[in-house]
């Protein structure tokens, strides 16, 4: 019996998009560096690569993107908080949402099941809350877990627990969508709980069979009513 459908935000609720990294850093190094943005830029850029390596390297640890650019932006007069800004609306700018998203939460919904998101982000939750806020979906989500606040990200166990704790619904009892073999499919599983494969986008490969794929969030209602 199916009480949970849970799910990952990039690339499963919201759409995969092909952004220019350093293009999203570059708003950012324009108000740390307005004179000479372009090294800054570059140094954000490695900055998050190398962040992402290394948290990932010990543990699936988490972690904020303010702390990522004051691990640049040493210098105190720097406008972080102006960085930020301008760093999180050029990637609300790339943000779209999979266009079946709304009609599929609502027909979990209205089946009685629970719902809830699952992302690995360092970017706030104020910031998601607001992107989904503006596609009509985030009262249609009844937990919404960002490992920007969490010790773990997404494969490690202590991020899944907290999304069931959360959720208040048994491993067994919940079905996990994402898009990414390693972290959502490999991890949910491991968690206790079943998968969905988002696939087709351009993640790492991880040997893992998930129990249903889908290219996209339609259909979803199908796979879920069939293991009801
Ligand atoms: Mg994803």
Not at 34 to 54: F, G, I, S
Request: with cysteine; aromatic share 6%.
């Amino acid at each position: 019996m199916i009480q949970a459908v849970l799910f990952d935000w990039g690339g499963t609720l919201s759409q995969h998009v092909d952004v220019d990294l350093l293009e999203m850093w570059r708003a950012a190094a324009q108000v740390l560096a307005p004179d000479d943005p372009d090294p800054v830029a570059q140094q954000l850029l490695e900055a998050e690569t190398a962040w992402w390596r290394t948290n990932v390297e010990h543990g699936d640890r988490s972690g904020t993107t303010e702390a990522l650019v004051r691990s640049v932006a040493t210098a105190t007069h720097l406008d972080v908080e102006g960085a930020l800004e301008a760093y999180h609306r050029a990637w609300g700018a790339t943000v779209a949402h999979d266009p079946a998203a709304v009609a599929v939460l609502t027909g979990l919904r209205e089946r009685g099941l629970r719902t809830g998101l699952l992302s690995n982000t360092h970017w706030p939750r104020a910031l998601h809350d607001a992107w989904l806020a503006d596609a009509g979906l985030l009262d249609l989500l009844d937990v919404r877990l960002y490992t920007c606040e969490m010790t773990h990200m997404k494969p490690h166990p202590e991020a899944f627990g907290a999304l069931l704790r959360a959720v208040g619904v048994p491993a067994e009892r919940a079905v996990f969508v994402g898009d990414r073999p390693r972290d959502d499919v490999w991890g949910a599983q491991r968690a206790g709980m079943r998968t969905v494969l988002l696939r087709g986008r351009p993640v790492e490969a991880w040997d893992v069979v998930p129990d249903a794929e889908l290219d996209t969030l339609d259909g979803l209602l199908e796979v879920v009513d069939a293991w009801r």
